[in-house]
């Protein structure tokens, strides 16, 4: 039982470590789920946050923009953005991974208006075209990265991000 409760403390925490980078100078970028290439951020000198909902009942201010019937993750994510919970980030990165998620990027750009918002469509699809599709879904992303880190994403930047990312999962 312990180890759960030391999760959960480091779960309800997480954000300490993206507020000192932030204090410290540093872009936080908020993203979503597990299809936003965070070494692209990582990369761009950026810092990536995953955007995560809570256990908690939403606040009852939620009504008034999502309806009762969306996914309870996209509303708690949601939620925390309006309550104050993401006042940190300086972006968010969305990928198209559900409708729910299309719906979502356009609120958070209108309501809470962060200084970068991009939004990555995902192909659902195994082909050709949809790999085409998607290299060049990251070159543009890239390209955006670039203009508001306002510094080119090297080759080598990038590999160190790969590796770097894929250490940290190896370790979860």
């Known amino acids: 039982m312990a180890y759960s409760a030391d999760i959960s403390q480091l779960n309800e925490n997480r954000d300490i470590h993206a507020r000192t980078l932030k204090a410290q100078g540093k872009k936080v970028i908020g993203h979503f789920c597990c299809h936003t290439p965070v070494e692209m951020v990582t990369a761009a000198g950026l810092v990536p946050f995953a955007i995560t909902g809570h256990m908690r009942p939403s606040s009852t201010k939620i009504d008034a923009y999502l309806e009762t019937i969306v996914c309870p993750y996209s509303r708690s994510c949601f939620d925390l953005a309006l309550t104050g919970n993401y006042d940190f980030l300086d972006g968010i990165i969305m990928p198209h ?10 609120i958070w750009k209108y309501y ?3 200084d970068y918002a991009h939004f990555i469509n995902i192909p659902h699809a195994r082909s050709k075209p949809s790999r085409t599709f998607f290299m060049e879904e990251l070159r543009s992303f890239k390209r955006s990265l670039e203009r508001f880190a306002g510094r080119k994403i090297t080759d080598d930047q990038l590999a160190e991000a790969i590796r770097l990312h894929n250490q940290n999962r190896m370790l979860v």
């Open 97 to 106: 991974s559900c409708d729910n998620m299309v719906k979502l990027y356009d």
């Open 112 to 114: 809470i208006k962060p």
